[in-house]
């Protein structure tokens, strides 16, 4: 009975030691396979296949490879985090002149990438760029290359709740921000005879927040019975009756002027013009031809400024864009002109 068990413990210690012996062979063969992938120049490649040998015998000298690698596919912000894992694992057994070297590195790396700081409900999906990085609450930052454009999406209980398309500069946090959809808005949807139609692609979708960062762009779907279409509509009415109103003061100006020469010409007949001497019948014409010359100077200039203002406020409603413009007629005496103050 003894030699039994130890005829079986001694097979077993072999199997043990065979399988070790294979494994480490295989780690060694996908080493040598990942560096000549390597020196050939197919970087992405040369990554995957000193991943798997890291899977299958971890190791913190190997993910100097991975990261070697990674930078020379230019995937920086997968580099970033092997160069750094390598600093914290290798510790102490580090040389000081590796270790120098490697600092450089991520110091350069760190410059190349930007962070997305995503906030969703809890089991949320991340994905970026087809990548599935894990699910809510990570564990840190996401790391991705600045300068690029990246697919950002969030998917939460089999649906997407966010897509958006993201591009960060060097060294720039962006937080987005996911909401899982309302309960109400779920019964609204199960009792509509029709489900109101969806932005899909880049659009944010019907759950989507917006990013609470730097760069994030407000996107929101319109229609006819929104703030922007109503504020579109008073944009037109103010421009019609702006020229309106500026029509009927060059016109009135037109009117008064003629009035105002035609007295004049009545006192040049009628009063001396050398002492503009008049006589008293005379004087009142005068003085009403004065007033009327001094009214047209202002009407005139005025209605012109107020048409011009009209046919601006028609133009920028018919590109539709959102303005608030508040239109303010200056005139005087000497001087007649409009003030016309907005975003453009």
């Known amino acids: 009975m003894k030699s039994v068990l130890v005829l079986m413990v001694w097979l077993t210690t072999i199997a043990i030691a065979a399988n070790a012996s294979a494994q480490d062979t295989d780690e060694k063969e996908l080493y040598r396979k990942g560096s000549a992938l390597f020196d050939a ?9 000193f991943r798997r040998a890291y899977e299958m015998k971890p190791h913190w000298k190997i993910r100097y490879n991975i990261g070697q690698s990674e930078a020379a596919a230019k995937n920086y912000a997968s580099a970033l985090e092997q ?3 390598y600093l914290v694992e290798g510790g102490d057994e580090l040389g000081a002149e590796r270790e120098d070297m490697v600092t450089a590195e991520i110091r350069k790396l760190r410059t190349k990438v930007g962070i997305l700081h995503i906030v969703a409900p809890s089991g949320a999906e991340v994905w970026v760029d087809g990548r599935h990085l894990g699910n809510t609450p990570l564990p840190g930052n996401l790391r991705v290359n600045a300068g690029e454009l990246h697919e950002l999406q969030i998917v939460f209980e089999s649906k997407k709740i966010l897509t958006r398309a993201v591009r960060l500069g060097s060294e720039e946090t962006i937080q987005i921000v996911a909401e899982a959809p309302s309960s109400e808005t779920v019964a609204d949807d199960s009792t509509s005879a029709k489900a109101p139609e969806i932005a899909t692609g880049d ?3 019907a759950g989507d927040s917006e990013a609470a960062s730097v760069p994030v762009d407000k996107e929101t779907g319109e229609n006819n019975d929104t703030p922007a279409s109503k504020g579109d509509n008073a944009l037109s009415g103010a421009g019609w009756t702006l020229i309106s109103t500026g029509a009927a003061a060059l016109i009135a100006g037109g009117i008064v002027g003629g009035l105002a020469i035609s007295k004049n010409n009545e ?5 001396d013009t050398n002492t503009h001497v008049c006589t008293d019948e005379y004087e009142g014409t005068g003085r009403t031809g004065k007033v009327m010359g001094n009214l047209s100077t202002v009407l005139i200039p005025a209605g012109a400024a107020l048409a011009t203002t009209g046919i601006i406020l028609l133009i920028m409603h018919k590109k539709k864009t959102e303005t608030a413009v508040s239109f303010t007629p200056v005139a005087s005496r000497q001087f007649a002109g409009f003030s016309l103050r907005g975003q453009f």
């Open 41 to 49: 120049g197919q970087f992405e490649e040369a990554a995957q296949t």
């Open 83 to 85: 160069f750094e894992a």
């Open 203 to 205: 659009d944010v979708n």
């Open 267 to 271: 006192l040049k007949d009628n009063c």
